[in-house]
């Protein structure tokens, strides 16, 4: 074999490798974020969606105040994940069910305006949309739209704490369009 053909091999040789090790590292990567969703799947709810199945209870007949100022105690006492807290409320949100809808805005309405972080989280895990979205929805029981609207229109006012969330302002002008 000529030096030029066992250099063309071996180059061959090398990329093969090296894409290979890229290709492995990433369905590596894949498989752990695949597992991991699949582990969550089946996991079962957390505490924090827990205590938010809890508040928005099908059976309840309307908000309860208790468990929601809990709620807010134990975010600000950092005894559960705002974070998770939050997907939680998103969670019961996007539900079908009219009751558990209102409740999980009221329970987001409680914890806003109780749990100084709850802000900034609101608008990372993208909750907004999913409220525009019972906006939009023509199914959503007017009660509920109503609330959206309420709750978008208070935090859209209150601009001077929401400057450096665009999200809210931008949110707040499509909807005191409706």
Not at 5 to 23: C, H, S, W
Not at 79 to 95: A, D, P, T, V
Not at 107 to 136: G, P
């Amino acid at each position: 074999m000529s030096d030029n053909l066992m250099d063309k091999v071996t180059a061959f040789g090398q990329r093969l490798k090296i894409e290979g090790v890229e290709v492995g590292r990433k369905m590596s990567a894949g498989m752990s974020s695949m597992s991991f969703k699949v582990k969550e799947l089946f996991q079962g709810p957390n505490q924090a969606e827990k205590v938010v199945e809890d508040a928005t209870a099908e059976t309840l007949d309307g908000p309860d105040w208790a468990t929601n100022l809990d709620i807010c105690d134990m975010v600000n006492n950092e005894k559960i994940n705002s974070i998770e807290l939050i997907r939680g409320i998103k969670k019961r949100i996007m539900l079908k069910n009219p009751r558990v809808q209102y409740l999980a805005l009221v329970l987001l309405e409680t914890v806003v305006k109780n749990c100084e972080k709850a802000f900034s989280e609101v608008a990372a895990e993208r909750v907004l949309d999913e409220m525009v979205k019972l906006i939009d929805d023509p199914q959503t029981v007017v009660n509920n739209r109503n609330k959206v609207l309420i709750l978008i229109e208070a935090w859209g006012e209150s601009s001077n704490e929401l400057r450096y969330l665009p999200v809210y302002e931008e949110t707040y002008k499509v909807c005191i369009q409706f």
